[in-house]
């Protein structure tokens, strides 16, 4: 998949430079297009002071891209250099925290049933350091490690793959988009400000890494 970046980016600089900084991990405010392959693309909204998104959810679809293993990814990529705080999405326990090979450290918190009576899970991969551990609560917006490009399909480009996992019933559900979750509505990117409380009971993400504070516009 990371080659697939690297190709896009290499492309996308020889028809438009101004994108290039998304590429180099410094970019803001931009967001991927989707694959031609998913059919309930979201329109995203993003903030300029969000760092970027290199790479949308999707899972294959009816058009013919199931059994390919590009038609997965079942988060999305958010771009920025080693060491950048990656901050909870929403408060709850961690249930997971650990190293292996693929996908680095890997941090998994469990949030809980909300008042729809479905719970939820955030997964944060490719970490460079992890600062928490299993079994500890965590709020909104807490530091919870550093990005990274740890595990092989890091493919050494600094990025925090972040996933939704929510249950139907008593069924675990595969991951969903997560821009179905943000506290600001289905597409609408929100990042986390310390000042605003979004926790009204229902499932409500905000941006897994930091805005800045001072947004280039
Ligand atoms: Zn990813």
């Known amino acids: 998949m990371n080659r697939i970046l690297t190709i896009a980016c290499a492309v996308t600089s020889l028809v438009a430079p101004f994108a290039?900084?998304?590429?180099?991990?410094?970019?803001?405010?931009?967001?991927?297009?989707?694959?031609?392959?998913v059919e309930d693309e979201i329109r995203v909204v993003m903030p300029a002071n969000a760092p970027?998104?290199?790479?949308?959810?999707?899972?294959?679809?009816n058009r013919g891209g199931r059994g390919n293993p590009t038609s997965f990814h079942e988060g999305i990529d958010i771009i920025a250099r080693v060491g950048t705080p990656v901050i909870a999405a929403a408060p709850g326990r961690v249930v997971d925290s650990f190293m292996e090979p693929m996908y680095g450290n890997r941090v998994v918190i469990d949030h809980g049933a909300d008042a729809t009576g479905r719970r939820a899970r955030?997964?944060?991969?490719?970490?460079?350091?992890?600062?928490?551990?299993?079994?500890?609560?965590?709020?909104?917006?807490?530091?919870?490690?550093?990005?990274g490009r740890t595990g092989v399909l890091a493919a050494a480009i600094s990025h925090l793959h972040f996933e939704v996992h929510r249950t139907r019933g008593t069924r675990i559900v595969t991951?969903?988009?997560?821009?179905?979750?943000?506290?600001?509505?289905?597409?609408r990117v929100t990042c986390f400000d310390p000042e605003r409380a979004v926790d009204d009971g229902v499932f409500r993400t905000t941006y897994p890494v930091p805005c800045r504070e001072n947004a280039a516009r």
């Open 175 to 187: 991951a969903q988009d997560p821009h179905l979750f943000w506290a600001d509505g289905v597409g």
């Open 20 to 37: 290039l900084s998304a590429c180099t991990g410094d970019g803001y405010g931009t967001s991927a297009i989707y694959s031609q392959l």
């Open 122 to 147: 955030t997964v944060y991969m490719h970490l460079d350091s992890r600062r928490v551990q299993s079994g500890m609560q965590v709020s909104r917006g807490q530091e919870i490690g550093t990005m």
């Open 52 to 61: 970027s998104i290199s790479q949308q959810f999707r899972v294959a679809g």
